[in-house]
């Protein structure tokens, strides 16, 4: 198990990220599956809109790219964040950084493990399964 949590661009550190990398770890085996080289990178708007540009053909902002490099069940990946979109978010949908933060995360995984949101019922079934997965997470933050 390799979790990395990295910065590009930014001066945003997330508060407690030994805690975090544990409780990714426990989320993902939850779910059945062993980590396995996982990084996630926190960065700005730019420089998330060149790779999604780069490498999906998208011109636009986005808060959370995922690359699945996944290996029978052993969940690979990069999970890039920007935390610029993620602040915006956090004040458009009323809600703490922190939470917003952690909502991106799982979200990121879930792609990892599986999951699509390109349409409105894979949307609906991400977003109920990231509200299970950060009530976990924050029940597994308390408990560390």
């Known amino acids: 198990m390799k979790i990395g949590i990295y910065y590009e661009n930014t001066g ?3 508060k407690g990220s030994g805690k975090a990398k544990k409780i990714i770890e426990k989320v993902i085996r939850k779910q059945g599956r062993i980590s396995d080289d996982l990084n996630f990178i926190f960065t700005d708007d730019e420089t998330l809109r060149k790779i999604n540009v780069q490498f ?3 011109d636009y902002f986005t808060d959370v790219i995922t690359f699945n490099y996944n290996v029978s069940n052993k969940i690979k990946g990069e999970v890039y964040i920007s935390i610029d ?3 915006l978010n956090s004040i458009n949908y009323n809600v703490s950084l922190r939470n917003e933060v ?3 995360m799982m979200h990121g995984i879930l ?3 599986g999951y699509d949101d390109k349409s409105d019922s894979d949307k609906e079934k991400m977003t109920i399964m990231e509200d299970l997965l950060i009530v976990d997470y924050n029940t597994l933050i308390n408990e560390l």
């Open 102 to 104: 952690v909502r991106v």
């Open 111 to 113: 792609h990892l493990l």
């Open 56 to 58: 999906l053909n998208h």
């Open 12 to 14: 945003f550190r997330l």
């Open 85 to 87: 979109t993620v602040k």
